[in-house]
């Protein structure tokens, strides 16, 4: 009866996956199939701790994050856990390898989420490392399928990938970071009196991982390469949008990629993609 609560498990990432997130559900639905329940297992792992930090407002968040810090660590440990979200989970992590490292860094950075903080330079690199590089460290594990070469070659393009989508996310996002929770993640940036030159020069950053991020993307293995650009496309799309509009205007409304245009993206990738046009 193990087996059902492997699916259970298993379905319980998905479901979150695709109730919050639905262009990284479209994404991942064109991975090869091999591969869906380990990428929805890495999402719902990482919404899960992200929940607790951005929502649990009238709840113990910094107890709670530790104790699903100390779960995670004991399911890891264990290959099994009580909570399904950690037990598909910790089911990817071992029969992938997946640094620990990784993992830790990846909930340190939630940590971080925890307290106003007004980001240095050093401060930025750290988080963008723990709340994105790794993240996308943790799909290339699978994507490679454990082919160490291939991984090592592939690092840093993957981690300027999970770099770029996690910028535009504070830059669509600015408006409820900012005035709801508190939260300034650009260093030296006063979103009172947000520049047009601050603006430019975060877009330039994100401009060169972007950049950087597509040499590696057209590397992948087939059973990935698809979904992963779909999703480059996507975050592309939704920069392009950002670059045109006022660093007032992001401070007023949430800038976002209409379904009609996800699907149009959609479809050209796959087209891109059958005559190798990647």
Known sequence: MIDLYHKISKDASKNITQLYSTSFSLGIKLLDNSIHNAIYSIYGFVRLADEIVDTFHDYPKAEMLKEFKIDTHKAIKRKISVNPVLHSFQMVVN?????????????????????????????????IVGSAEVVGLMCLKVFVNGDDNLYSNLEEPARRLGAAFQKINFLRDVKADYQVLGRTYFPGVDLEKFTHAEKLKIELDIQDDFENALKGIVKLPSSSRLGVYVAYRYYFTLFKKIKKIS????????????????????????????????
């Open 95 to 127: 029969k992938y390898s997946i640094d620990l490292d990784l993992i830790d860094k990846f909930l340190q950075s939630m940590e971080q989420d925890l307290n106003d903080i007004h980001y240095s330079n050093s401060d930025y690199k750290e988080y």
């Open 247 to 278: 660093s007032d205007r992001l401070l007023e409304e949430r800038i976002r990629v209409t379904n009609s245009k996800k699907l149009f993206i959609t479809f050209e990738s796959v087209f891109q993609n059958r005559f190798n046009w990647i």
